[in-house]
């Protein structure tokens, strides 16, 4: 039975989303990750989507909020953004949290084609540094 973990940012719409399916793609025996949004915007970044596309991720996730996890448990709380950090709610404390920044790319300047790369390493550095501490 894999752990279940619960991925947090503001919006659940770039970041907490990219880590919520690599953590699937990659983990899927060992780990069961959801994601959520202090303040959820509703939808999920094109570009968010686009760069997991690149790595062979379809993901398929909708911007949700922290209540529609209310009363379930989980082994590990990640939040992504500072915001989130400190306005996770308190009865996600159950668990271990976890703090593992990273910048919203959604905030990069530019177009598309500006942002893309910016979304690329965040990709890059969720993959590495959240797969690393979930293997730890």
Same mark, same amino acid.
């Given at each position: 039975m894999p752990k279940r973990v619960l991925v947090l940012c503001t919006g659940?719409?770039?970041?907490?989303?990219?880590?919520?399916?690599?953590?699937?793609?990659?983990?899927?025996?060992?780990?069961?990750?959801?994601?959520?949004?202090?303040q959820p915007s509703g939808y999920v970044h094109p570009l968010a989507l686009r760069a997991l596309a690149e790595i062979g991720i379809q993901h398929a996730g909708q911007s949700k909020s922290t209540e529609a996890f209310r009363g379930q448990n989980f082994d590990l709380v990640i939040t992504v953004c500072d915001d989130a950090a400190e306005n996770c709610p308190v009865w996600l404390g159950k668990g271990k !949290?976890?703090? &593992?920044?990273?910048?919203?790319? +959604?905030?990069?300047? @530019?177009?598309?084609?500006?942002?893309?790369?910016?979304?690329?390493?965040? !990709?890059?550095? &969720?993959?590495?540094?959240?797969? +690393?501490?979930?293997? @730890?």
């Open positions: 659940n719409s770039c970041r907490s989303q990219m880590a919520e399916a690599i953590i699937n793609h990659f983990l899927p025996g060992q780990w069961h990750a959801y994601s959520a949004g202090t !949290r976890v703090h &593992i920044g990273f910048p919203d790319p +959604a905030k990069a300047p @530019g177009g598309e084609e500006e942002q893309m790369p910016v979304f690329r390493q965040v !990709r890059d550095d &969720i993959q590495k540094r959240i797969l +690393a501490y979930l293997n @730890g």
